[in-house]
């Protein structure tokens, strides 16, 4: 490029700059997507961060198809360059546009309307873990900016709710204040990293999960490469502790196993590798064979992200997670792309190889519990559908800090732990949490009842799942005593939040015709006989269009058909609704009453 003639004198470095910075502009351009479309030109190569996701976009277009909508508010603007009208959004308290409305997630903030004129924020707490200040903190920020409480999400991690948007610069901005963020934690881009909530303190756990978690979190916040993906994406790391992670339901499972030795690889603790779990879309993280170095995770995961950015679907976002990427190609293709990406071989083992994994306790987030650190215990604290109040916030804060550790510890059924009570501060600590308001203990039932958040604050559930969920505990607590672990979740939508498939009894929500008209109440299609872990399978139906209104009543019968017709009373609920259909289920239960 030449500077063509000039009014001014320049010196010949004055016009070397000049050149430059022109081809500069051009050359952002193009990154960007913009220089070919505004040349009519389709020589230039896309660089910069986002030169991955530019090519898989420019392939859809290569090939006539169109992108999906969120593909193109990408294309137009990356989220993290569009800060300043966030801003400006926020000082003029108005709503997003559709477009931003996408691009504000990857700041942790979704707009809820029309279920509610505000956002909702999600944060990024890897591992599951924060410090008891960061707790206490979260609830003095939150209280006066949006609805005074949190809920503990099924990834382990906490969302708040009702935020004006005059409010959502400022709550994003305090919660980095904090040492938190929420940057990537909704749309496109790589979820909160689930990891064993008894991480270190666990008596039969074979790896700490922490150091794993926190490298692979540190690792998505600091590459702007691993945002803007086809679509979410999870990863999760379970230490084979007490409590499930449900690591099989993520696109990512790293799922420490002991090696034993004869096999061709160095005995000892790895991670067994899954990938391609999608449960919303009934399939688990499949077993591939490999073990991994735990110090290779994050590279690992890295390259098969890599592969995924370039190959997963940007036209059709049903079809655009993990899972679809390896039925398309198949397995052993996948794994060889992501091997050359690494450089080098997986280290593949027999499934003799493997120790069993030390078993689940499916109680052991409620209640006392000794950790491997003699005289100590945790505390899982029961949240009632997963909801805190910021005042029971502080109290926990404090809790911890004068009786605990100073940890708070999230879990995946939506409740929390209490690490580091010693042996003589157990009463007093189980005593304070009754002072607020909270318990910790709770009936087979409570215990395992897990919800989304249902259409009072989702635009897409059909139901409002916690009120029913809490319908359901309220009548079958004191009519049906269980003697066995239960899990019954319900979710709203598709997306499957609340993970119905893998419950025992799951729900998710539908809109039941009533009458001869078109119209339409709340309701529910019920699956029973769904399991995570050793028993992982999605369950079957047993009811369809079950209005929520007789949802409690129903699942009451079906539990008092299982007391009555359980082949043993060692036999869980799981393998009684997996000997039976959905039919004969049914009838059993209509024959309970």
């Known amino acids: 490029m030449k500077i063509e003639s000039l009014s001014f004198d320049f010196t010949d470095e004055q016009k070397r700059y000049l050149e430059g910075f022109t081809t500069g502009l051009q050359i952002s ?57 966030l801003k400006e959004q926020a000082r003029t308290n108005a709503p997003p546009s559709t477009a931003d409305n996408f691009r504000w997630r990857y700041y942790g903030l979704f707009y809820v309307a029309p279920a509610q004129d505000s956002y909702m924020c999600r944060l990024r707490i890897p591992n599951g873990i924060l410090k008891h200040w960061q707790f206490s903190g979260l609830a003095d920020l939150i209280e006066p900016l949006c609805g005074p409480f949190c809920n503990v999400t099924t990834r382990a991690n906490l969302q708040v ?74 990863v999760a790391f379970d230490g084979a502790g007490r409590i499930a992670v449900l ?119 409620i209640g006392t519990h000794k950790q491997k650190q003699a005289g100590l215990n945790w505390i899982g604290v029961a949240l009632p559908l997963g909801k805190v109040t910021c005042e029971q916030m502080r109290g926990l804060a404090k809790i911890a800090q004068d009786l605990g550790d100073g940890d708070i510890r999230l879990t995946v059924w939506q409740n929390l732990l209490i690490s580091g009570v010693r042996d003589d501060n157990v009463e007093l600590a189980v005593a304070a949490i009754k002072k607020i308001g909270l318990a910790v203990e709770a009936s087979q039932i409570r215990a395992g009842l897990i919800a989304c958040t249902g259409n009072a604050g989702c635009k897409f559930a059909a139901s409002d799942t916690k009120r029913h969920a809490a319908a359901i505990g309220d009548w079958c607590e004191p009519r049906v005593e269980l003697d066995t672990p239960l899990n019954i979740h319900l979710t709203g939508c598709h997306h499957s939040c609340a993970q119905h498939y893998i419950s025992d009894i799951g729900l998710i929500a539908a809109k039941v015709p009533v009458g001869e008209e078109d119209d339409t109440v709340e309701g529910y299609h019920l699956f029973a006989g769904g399991g995570f ?61």
């Open 29 to 85: 351009r193009v990154g960007r997507g913009l220089g070919a479309a505004a040349a009519g030109k389709t020589t230039s190569h896309p660089i910069g961060p986002d030169a991955a996701h530019f090519k898989a976009q420019d392939k859809v277009i290569a090939s006539g198809k169109k992108l999906a909508d969120p593909e193109k508010f990408k294309r137009e603007e990356h989220p993290f360059d569009a800060y300043s009208r």
């Open 247 to 365: 690591e099989d339901t993520n696109d990512i499972a790293f799922a420490a196993a002991e090696v034993r030795d004869g096999f061709g690889a160095e005995p000892g603790v790895w991670f067994r590798l899954g990938i391609g779990g999608i449960t919303g879309h009934k399939d688990f993280a499949k077993e591939t064979g490999i073990i991994v170095k735990p110090d290779d995770a994050t590279k690992v995961a890295d390259a098969i992200v890599r592969v995924f950015i370039d190959l997963g679907d940007r036209t059709n976002r049903l079809k655009a997670r993990l899972k679809y990427v390896i039925d398309s190609i198949g397995m052993e293709k996948f794994l060889d792309l992501v091997e050359e990406r690494l450089g080098y071989a997986f280290t593949r083992v027999p499934p003799e190889a493997l120790a069993p994994r030390p078993a689940f306790d499916r109680m052991a987030h």
């Open 533 to 593: 872990g050793p028993n992982a399978d999605v369950g079957h139906e047993v009811y369809h269009d079950l209005k929520a209104e007789d949802a409690p009543k129903t699942v009451e019968k079906l539990l008092k058909a299982y007391l009555a017709h359980r082949a043993s009373p060692d036999e869980t609920f799981l393998t009684f609704a997996r000997r039976h259909d959905g039919e004969t289920l049914r009838k059993l239960a209509e024959a309970s009453t």
């Open 161 to 234: 709710r009702e935020i004006p948007p005059k409010n959502a610069v400022a709550l994003i901005e305090g919660i980095q204040d904090l040492g938190l963020c929420s940057r990537g934690s909704g749309a496109d881009n790589i979820r909160n990293v689930t990891g064993t909530p008894t991480a270190g303190i666990d008596p039969q756990e074979l790896l700490d999960t922490r150091e794993y978690a926190r490298e692979w979190h540190y690792h998505i916040l600091n590459d702007r490469s691993l945002t803007g993906l086809p679509r979410k994406f999870n």
